[in-house]
């Protein structure tokens, strides 16, 4: 047996099981250390220095960037560390603007939270900050270097999970702010809206666009009818924010919620996911008989699309020309009201920040008028329900209005990392037993993993599928590929584990956010219709609305000026 | 992006240092060295073949006191303001500088970008104080008088 290292802590003998760090140990025997610049996914930083502790000479380490080692003691609450946190906590609200009630962050805030537990009263020095303006460029983030703090946890997330690089520090000392290249609004950097900056940001410097109140006047409008269609991920999303005990799948509530608050009609995007497996599952094949503008990649994800048109212009032949299921669903609910006098508005509830920008986007309108009018995130969905007083955990579950409350498990698996794919593949696959369709889970398409690779067989041909997640490993792949490696499919989603880790959920740590995959996964097992091609509501519609309109309805070209073929 | 930008030098000095992320300062310098300033052009072109984002370019650019992302004048006048030169009247000599060429602790170049005015910690000529370069030519022992003088003489030459 291998011989165990032990350290203290604050007197409580510990193990030291391969920890990178002492705040990982500290985890364990129970103390929650106080930081803002420590994520365990980015690299560490420590800057903030709120993780300090104690050795027993008296010297004081981050514990951020400190390696547990055999017999260290330290202490993690003394009388020093607890005035020095006090002190940089003063410091960093004395330039920090301090409007919390009216924050977008109000209740979510780090430093809110923090000062509460060290119990700051009283702020000594005076705010010698200049006041920046806000950055409201973007359609899905606000920039306000007022509530800044510094950490650099959205430069790192930025640069080293999505590898777009919008935003860095930039000048020094008393004037260093984060910034895009030469100060130009955010809007007109590489951003390509997937908020993960705004997920990770401890202050309210980085918030996600609201929306809710534009909504609530649709809401309250008599002439207005709203309709309203749920992501996939958003179902698992709610988690403790809602009181929910766990990320299982709480669609029956929400649909519950939504009518008390006043939509007319609600629907599950699953359904706009299954016509997208239909149509990109088709023009899978297409490719693969032609052999042209192979690999694939799929365009669900508006922040990868985006992406791609930045960096990889030349790419987006590949991309699919599919409409992400949000526009799909979109574009036929929209269609079918065309005749009618009333005015219609159509609400998505995604866990996506990029999901406001695509429904901004020019191909998604119709005479000037958006497919989809507003996008809510999870987060906004949450507060909705708080605002409207609504107890979500006394709420009975309800059901998804008709024709698009027919959903099936392929549609719902879309939220997590690997879903697509699996969608797609329970399409191709010509054995359609339980059996064969569950076997898809276990060739490599299912987990948290950045990149998975994997190769099916379709007919006579060999299929090399890769499933990719965080846009840093997107780069790496694309790299791969142009030095030779060869692809089929490859479905992309920029946030780091799929739609479930959207920016517009909820923050959530790693295990959560495997919960929430498993909460998809468990729905996708209620689901007594697995293939998309096998939802009675596809045949109707192939049969009515979309009849000679596929191409007009479920495609995009996003290359200007050029014909998709 | 300026298209008549011509990136010849910038290519000329990336191949002499080496196309790489840890070669940024140099080549910042070096191509500064050239212009006398960073010009914007640059930044997106340098941020393709290096493959860091102009963000971070942006982020190193502005961190050092010594580059420079506005043009500067044809005559860059150092002032040193060390502590030998500060108590032998250096700022007596600034202030001349700048009310002779009509500028400011803000507005360091002239508008015709003849000159440029910036105050140095110390440029190591302690015993030869109060010190101002022009264009790293050293003008030691200045008087306010002195520099009225040297200034004449500079604008015969623009």
Redesign the interface.
């Known amino acids: 047996m291998d011989k165990k290292d032990f350290m203290t802590i604050d007197g409580v003998p510990v193990e030291i099981d391969g920890e990178k760090n002492l705040l990982e140990v500290i985890r364990k025997v129970g103390i929650k250390m106080p930081t803002f610049c420590y994520h365990s996914e980015l690299s560490i930083y420590g800057a903030c220095r709120m993780c300090m502790v104690e050795n027993e000479w008296g010297g004081i380490d981050a514990a951020c960037s400190t390696i547990p080692k055999a017999g260290m003691n330290i202490k993690t609450n003394t009388q020093r560390l607890r005035k020095y946190r006090k002190n940089i906590l003063e410091l960093l609200l004395a330039n920090h603007c301090r409007d919390c009630t009216t924050c977008n962050n109000n209740g979510k805030c780090k430093l809110q939270d923090l000062a509460m537990r060290f119990d700051i009263k009283d702020v000594r020095f005076p705010n010698t900050a200049s006041q920046p303006e806000i950055d409201d460029s973007s359609l899905c983030i606000t920039r306000d270097a007022n509530k800044c703090i510094l950490c650099g946890d959205c430069v790192r997330m930025c640069?080293e999970i999505q590898n777009?690089?919008?935003?860095?520090?930039?000048?020094?000392g008393s004037k260093m702010t984060i910034?895009?290249?030469?100060e130009i609004p955010i809007a007109e950097?590489?951003c390509v809206g997937c908020g993960q900056c705004a997920a990770v940001c401890p202050t309210g410097a980085i918030v996600v666009k609201n929306d809710a109140q534009k909504v609530w006047e649709a809401l309250d409008d008599m002439n207005t009818k709203v309709t309203v269609q749920i992501a996939p991920a958003v179902r698992v999303g709610l988690g403790k924010k809602l009181e929910l005990d766990a990320e299982g799948n709480a669609i029956g509530l929400i649909v519950a919620a939504l009518r008390r608050m006043g939509f007319d009609e609600i629907y599950d995007t699953s359904a706009g996911a299954d016509l997208t497996v239909l149509e990109e599952g088709n023009e899978f094949i297409k490719r693969l008989d032609k052999n042209s503008n192979l690999p694939l990649f799929t365009s669900c994800c508006p922040a990868w699309v985006q992406y791609c048109e930045k960096n990889y212009p030349e790419l987006l032949p590949n991309v699919s020309t599919c409409r992400s299921p949000m526009e799909m669903l979109a574009s036929i609910v929209k269609d079918q009201s065309n005749s009618s006098s009333r005015r219609h508005v159509h609400v998505a509830i995604m866990p996506c920040t990029a999901k406001k920008y695509e429904a901004a986007r020019d191909e998604f309108k119709v005479n000037g008028v958006p497919n989809v009018d507003y996008v809510i995130t999870t987060q906004e969905l949450i507060q909705m329900i708080r605002e409207a007083g609504i107890i979500f955990t006394e709420l009975e579950p309800e059901a998804v209005d008709m024709p698009f409350g027919t959903i099936t498990g392929a549609g719902v698996i879309f939220g997590v990392t690997g879903g697509v794919t699996e969608a797609v593949l329970r399409r191709l696959s010509t054995d359609k037993s339980k059996a064969s369709l569950m076997s898809i889970a276990y060739q490599g398409v299912r987990g948290m993993k950045g990149v998975k690779e994997t190769t099916v067989m379709y007919g006579d041909k060999e299929v090399k599928i890769a499933v990719v997640s965080g846009l840093k490993n997107v780069s790496d792949l694309i790299e791969r590929m142009k030095s030779g490696e060869h692809y089929d499919f490859i479905e992309v989603m920029a946030c780091p584990g799929g739609c479930i880790s959207g920016a517009g959920q909820p923050f959530a740590q790693k295990d959560i956010r495997e919960n929430r995959g498993n909460g998809l996964y468990a729905a996708d097992k209620l689901c007594n219709i697995k293939c998309s091609e096998e939802n009675p509501i596809m045949m109707s519609l192939y049969n009515g609305i979309l009849k000679g309109r596929v191409h007009d309805l479920l495609h995009v070209n996003y290359l200007p000026g050029k014909e998709h073929e | 992006m300026n298209k008549t930008f011509d990136f010849t030098i910038v290519d000329h000095i990336m191949n002499e240092l080496g196309c790489k992320p840890s070669a940024i300062i140099a080549i910042l310098q070096g191509i500064q060295e050239h212009y006398r300033y960073l010009p914007r052009e640059v930044f997106p072109y340098l941020s393709k073949k290096i493959g860091i984002s102009e963000a971070r370019i942006y982020s190193t650019a502005t961190f050092y006191e010594n580059f420079s992302l506005k043009p500067k004048g044809k005559f860059v006048i150092k002032i040193c303001d060390g502590t030998a030169c500060h108590v032998r009247k250096s700022i007596p000599i600034l202030e001349r500088l700048r009310k002779d060429l009509g500028l400011s602790e803000n507005k360091i170049t002239t508008d015709d970008l003849g000159f440029t005015v910036e105050t140095v910690s110390c440029l190591g000529a302690c015993g030869l104080a109060p010190v101002i370069t022009v264009n790293d030519k050293v003008y030691p022992a200045m008087t306010p008088e002195k520099t009225s003088e040297l200034l004449r003489d500079l604008k015969e030459e623009l």
Not at chain 1, 164 to 172: K, P, S, T, W
């Open positions: 640069n777009v690089g919008a935003i860095d520090f930039a000048h020094r910034s895009t290249a030469f950097s590489p």
